[in-house]
């Protein structure tokens, strides 16, 4: 039973959907940011499988400050080449090496296979062609004091920091209509539409109830023959748009840093904007609700890289939507849900705050938390293994 405090209240003014004004972002699969967020949590995914199957356990890491530095192309119609490759940086803190048979013999993680082994998953699911080199020398071990808290013995795992995470539920309808429009236009139609690349990046503004839309999209060159096509094809792309959210015409703009007259447009090798100048980050992404909702309560812990079982930062904004969507689904009232660690002790003892549009029994509340956070060990398996609907996992489990 969770042992922390769980504090309910009764707040109609939070509901976004109710809101005058709301803006959504969305960075889809293909974008830096994603690609980065995605290789963070499969080389952590990785590495606790692997110290799972050799040494019973999933050992002390968190490699989360993943950086991606931006290649070079040069791009033409119907094709062009890669001429630098990005970078992959992987920078944070693992135990490398164990000592096995009593003290007699020392077992080394193979971090340098697991890294690139991340990066192949990310990239073949992804943007295949796109050339890289990275490293691991960053990534060292951690302080005595937190591998100890890591090592402790007990039943239930220790946190290793003091921090907060949050979530909501429902998604509002434009959180929705971003979401459902990027893996509408990364799955079914670029399919059918091999010129239109995995980088896509759709920001939505809301006032009353007129919404606009931004799409950025790269587009690939090898199937792009000429600037008139160019045109025509974002022209097609926004039609898409237009029938997918039914909004005006007015209301959507693609690729608008494109200059016509100059022939200067948003043409890729790869599909992604990382093969020439742009880089990626751990934590710029989409939270975990797989949106960038400024007005809905936010954290900056990135669960990317981080311990599934012991770095709060990772697994309380899992918990924290499980409960969210949980109390929608069971109760029908829209609400938000926060869960505070304190370094050191229990993770089920969190503290946890909900707010709800509408008035809830507290005992239903109190059963939904209890069987959420007392299903860590479940839940730390399906981080491991990719197998939950919701950002980045949504990348890496299709």
């Known amino acids: 039973m969770v042992k922390g405090q769980i504090h309910i209240q009764k707040d109609t003014r939070f509901d976004v959907d109710q809101n005058k004004i709301e803006i959504v972002e969305r960075k889809g699969m293909g974008h830096p940011d994603s690609i980065t967020d995605s290789i963070a949590v499969a080389i952590s995914s990785f590495y606790s499988r692997y110290t799972q199957k050799k040494f019973g356990g999933i050992a002390h890491h968190n490699i989360d400050k993943v950086v991606i530095s931006g290649g070079n192309a040069q791009v033409t119609f119907g094709g062009g080449k890669q001429t630098e490759p990005v970078h992959v940086s992987f920078v944070g803190r693992a135990i490398r090496e ?14 340098y296979l ?20 990275f490293d691991v020398n960053e990534v060292k071990r951690g302080s005595s004091d937190l591998i100890s808290n890591f090592e402790y013995n ?46 896509i990046k759709i920001m939505a503004r809301r006032v009353d109830s007129e919404i606009v839309l931004n799409v950025a999209a790269a587009f690939v060159a ?4 000429s600037a008139t096509d160019y045109i025509e094809k974002r022209e097609k792309l926004k039609e898409e748009v237009m029938a997918f959210t039914k909004l005006p015409e007015e209301n959507i703009f693609v690729n608008t840093a494109d200059i016509d007259e100059k022939q200067s447009f948003y043409l890729t ?43 709060v930062g990772n697994f309380y904004n899992i918990w924290a939507t499980l409960i969210a969507r949980r109390i929608y689904e069971e109760l029908g009232v829209k609400n938000t849900v926060a869960l505070v660690s304190t370094i050191g002790k229990p993770i089920t003892e969190c503290d946890v705050f909900i707010t709800t549009a509408e008035d809830v029994a507290k005992g ?21 293994n990719f197998d939950l609907d919701m950002y980045p996992f949504e990348f890496l489990n299709s």
């Not at 164990?98 to 971090?111: I, R």
């Not at 998604?171 to 690349?197: A, C, F, I």
């Not at 090898?222 to 023959?225: A, L, R």
Request: charged share 20%; aromatic share 8%; net charge negative.
């Open 222 to 225: 090898k199937h792009v023959f």
């Open 98 to 111: 164990f000592v096995a048979n009593g003290g007699k013999t020392l077992v080394k993680v193979p971090l």
């Open 364 to 384: 239903d509340i109190d059963g939904i938390v209890d069987s959420v956070v007392m299903n860590y060990v479940d839940i730390t398996q399906r981080i491991i």
């Open 114 to 133: 697991l890294a690139k082994d991340s990066i192949s998953y990310v990239f073949d699911r992804v943007v295949p062609d796109l050339e890289y080199q």
């Open 269 to 311: 090798v790869t599909g992604t904007s990382l093969e020439q100048g742009d880089d990626g980050a751990v934590g710029r992404g989409n939270r975990v609700t797989g949106v960038i909702a400024p007005y809905r309560p936010q954290t900056l812990e990135a669960i990317a890289g981080k311990n599934p079982n012991k770095h």
């Open 154 to 199: 007990g039943e239930i795992p220790h946190a290793n920091d003091t921090s907060f995470a949050t979530s909501w539920a429902p998604l509002s309808t434009v959180e929705n209509l971003v979401t459902s429009l990027e893996t509408h236009l990364n799955k079914e139609y670029r399919k059918n539409n091999p010129w239109l690349g995995p980088d």
